[in-house]
């Protein structure tokens, strides 16, 4: 936070000294208005107002940044869930298995210890 307090100062005291060495007066017409103004004050507020139109832009990229996180969270939360059950489910059926009292030999020659944990060769 400190350095943006600092840069913030820095910029405004090279905007002002910019404003002071552009003195002469512009005359500035949008539309039906016209402003009378000192060159460097006008560059500077157009200056200005496009850091807050940027500063603006960015917010609303932020927080769609921060939605998609949070919904890509939220779908991977969901899915661990998933496997979590379907892991607890595997280990449950294996246990059973396990204290049947049987080894179930599989056609690659593996089989399955009682603990119903470990796969042997």
């Known amino acids: 936070m400190k350095s943006y307090v600092v840069a913030l100062a820095l910029g405004m005291l090279l905007a002002a000294f910019y404003a002071v060495q552009n003195s002469g007066t512009v005359i500035v017409k949008f539309l039906t208005w016209q402003w009378s103004l000192h060159q460097g004050i006008w560059e500077v507020l157009v200056f200005a107002a496009g850091a807050v139109l940027m500063w603006i832009t960015s917010l609303f990229a932020q927080l769609e940044y921060k939605n998609r996180y949070k919904s890509d969270t939220k779908e991977l939360k969901r899915r661990i869930a998933e496997l979590e ?3 607890r489910s595997l280990l449950n059926a ?7 009292g ?5 056609p690659q020659g ?5 603990e119903g944990v470990e796969a042997e060769k």
């Open 85 to 87: 059950d379907e892991k």
């Open 94 to 100: 294996l246990q059973r298995e396990g204290n049947a």
């Open 102 to 106: 049987s080894r179930e030999v599989f």
């Open 110 to 114: 593996e089989y399955v210890a009682n």
